[in-house]
């Protein structure tokens, strides 16, 4: 049951990538393209009480009008490197250990903006995401000094799952049609943990500024 959800949640976000493919030649004029950077911070759910843990995120995006529509609806969508993970103090001594999870993060996202002034617009946009992780470590501290790193955390039983995918939603400000101010989250739908009996699932929210061409 589980396989069939998963194929059907990746079939569905594969259409809709279509989809915008094919809004893209039709509505070419109305495409905009930039960059982004930002802070995550990550603080997983499920079967574990973590810290938070702050990483980058770095990407480029694209914002599509529909005039079909309205001129203040667009499709946003991105290639994003997202730092996630967390960090879980135990024991005594100040031993913690932290795990640092890098995804390459394609969201699609449907947004609206309002504009207040010239140069002032209000812009929210909310939808799904896919993400694969090219790689991640897990670092063990023991008095604030780093005794062990572990780089394969992707095999194994107890490992992760390279493949996440979720929902997640951006609120901001534009300025001049080009900078943007932004906070965001983004919420798992899938848990990464290998192991039957422990549940794992990203949750991360974001500060950023991008800049659109």
């Given amino acids: 049951m589980k396989t069939k959800t998963l194929f059907m949640m990746r079939k569905l976000f594969a259409t809709i990538c279509l989809l915008c493919m094919i809004s893209s030649l039709s509505y070419a004029q109305n495409f905009r393209y930039g960059f982004t950077g930002g802070v995550n911070l990550s603080k997983p759910m499920g079967d574990i009480e973590p810290q938070c843990q702050a990483g980058l995120l770095l990407g480029a995006k694209g914002e599509l009008g529909i005039p079909s529509v309205t001129k203040d609806f667009y499709t946003e969508f991105g290639l994003h490197l997202s730092a996630k993970g967390y ?127």
């Fill in 87 to 213: 960090k879980y103090e135990y024991g005594t001594n100040g031993r913690y250990f932290t795990e640092n999870l890098n995804y390459l993060v394609v969201p699609i996202h449907i947004g609206y903006k309002i504009e207040c002034s010239k140069s002032v617009s209000l812009f929210a946009n909310v939808g799904p995401y896919a993400g694969v992780a090219l790689w991640g470590k897990e670092k063990s501290y023991r008095d604030g000094k780093k005794f062990h790193t572990e780089s394969d955390i992707f095999s194994g039983e107890y490992g992760y799952k390279r493949f996440d995918w979720g929902c997640g939603f951006n609120v901001g400000v534009e300025y001049a049609k080009h900078f943007q101010l932004s906070f965001g989250a983004d919420w798992s739908l899938m848990n990464v943990s290998k192991a039957n009996d422990y549940t794992y699932k990203n949750r991360s929210f974001t500060f950023s500024l991008g800049y659109i061409l």
